[in-house]
């Protein structure tokens, strides 16, 4: 997969808006919605040779909460054998993240030095092999906006940056500085630039110090957009925005939630929206001929008191399609159903991947339940 080139973040931060996530009637394993377009081809297809003309088609992948929590740095140990490699941990979806074209995590915890003090819940600050290890598995880009961002205050949110920088991943939601909030975030896809965009709806009660309200983007409204139509501006194709928000461990998007996605979606400056921060599967919708992805659930957490619901999680792939009028719109969605195995080793599963169990059947029937719960026209991977 090849490494994607970006200029610096995203602008705007304002006020926070608080912001909260769905079940119907249960899908069995293996039966889904059909795609948007049944006859289209599979979204996994070979990369286009670097001489290659302009692309009329690239498929962007999205994964859950990044969340790590004490047990997670004892596994990278163990793993390393006195080192911190977090690689093992993910190494069960690698395959499907380093297909995409573009592949976007959400990093939710800062990142300390290498010979910081490492902690979980309730205040955190991971070890930075975490960013190595996303840019392993083949991550392009992390959201970094959530209500953890300045657990470790200003301090935090620069080795965090640092981290991803020298990891090679691209990052918006949070700065180091005013210049570096000020420049859109594009991402550039064999020629298609994709704008990034990413906001919380809080901070766990810390505030931005004196002079500096750029360190992490509050979510309102307003300052989405302005970010967004910055990024157009700055002559973005597509503009995807990462937002932190739901409640937590509710897989119902709230009112809250679908009042935002509904305006923002109705904006020409937003194409995508990707959800985080509940810990649990949200649905996916599409509203407008958009698409929100309500909650991605977690990608890698280990939770005091696991709940089954927080060990589950999906990859979202969207394929952007440029149509005649040389507008790019999403033309198919699918979503690759993911699980947390305890272990012990604990590692991530892709779930089309492994061999069947009552807990594999459990996880699908449930992941599938509530993705297609709002109706979304889309089908599970697998």
């Not at 180091?176 to 896809?189: F, G, T, Y």
């Not at 309200?213 to 995807?240: H, I, Q, S």
């Not at 594999?360 to 109706?375: E, F, M, N, T």
Request: glycine fraction near 10%; proline fraction near 7%; hydrophobic fraction near 45%.
């Amino acid at each position: 997969m090849r490494r994607i080139a970006g200029s610096a973040v995203v602008a705007a931060a304002a006020l926070g808006a608080s912001a909260l996530a769905g079940c119907a009637e249960p899908v069995s394993p293996g039966q889904g919605i059909p795609a948007v377009e049944a006859s289209s081809p599979p979204l996994r297809q070979p990369l286009p040779s670097w001489t290659a003309p302009p692309r009329s088609s690239f498929t962007l992948l999205a994964g859950g909460d990044v969340l790590i929590h004490s047990e997670l740095t004892e596994q990278a140990v163990a793993d390393g054998k006195g080192a911190r490699d977090f690689r093992p941990l993910l190494a069960g979806v690698q395959p499907a993240v380093s297909a995409a074209d573009l592949a976007i995590c959400h990093l939710e915890v800062p990142l300390a030095g290498a010979d910081g003090l490492f902690s979980g819940w309730p205040v955190f600050a991971a070890p930075p092999e975490v960013a190595a290890a996303l840019a392993a598995t083949g991550y392009d880009a992390c959201s970094t906006a959530s209500n953890h961002t300045l657990d470790r205050g200003a301090a935090g949110v620069r080795s965090t940056l640092d981290a991803l920088d020298a990891a090679g991943i691209a990052h918006t939601g949070s700065a180091r500085s005013a210049e570096e909030v000020l420049a859109p975030r594009i991402l550039d896809v064999d020629g298609v630039r994709v704008g990034h965009v990413a906001f919380t709806f809080g901070l766990n009660g810390f505030r931005e110090p004196a002079g500096a309200p750029w360190l992490a983007n509050e979510l309102t409204a307003d300052a989405v957009l302005a970010a967004a139509r910055a990024a157009k501006a700055a002559g973005a194709d597509v503009v995807v925005a990462s937002l932190h928000w739901g409640e937590e461990f509710q897989s119902e998007p709230t009112a809250e939630q679908q009042n935002l996605a509904r305006r923002l979606l109705a904006d020409d400056a937003v194409d995508l929206i990707i959800g985080h921060h509940a810990h649990v599967v949200q649905p996916f919708e599409q509203i407008g001929g958009k698409w929100v992805a309500y909650g991605l659930g977690n990608l890698l957490a280990r939770h005091a008191v696991p709940r089954g619901t927080t060990e589950e999680g999906v990859l979202a792939r969207f394929r952007f399609s440029r149509n005649d009028q040389g507008r790019w719109r999403v033309d198919r969605v699918d979503y690759v159903p993911t699980l947390i195995d305890l272990g012990p080793p604990i590692r991530l599963l892709d779930l089309t991947t492994t061999r069947d169990s009552d807990r594999r059947a459990q996880a699908l029937q449930r992941i599938d339940h509530v993705v297609l719960s709002r109706g979304a026209p889309l089908a599970r991977s697998g």
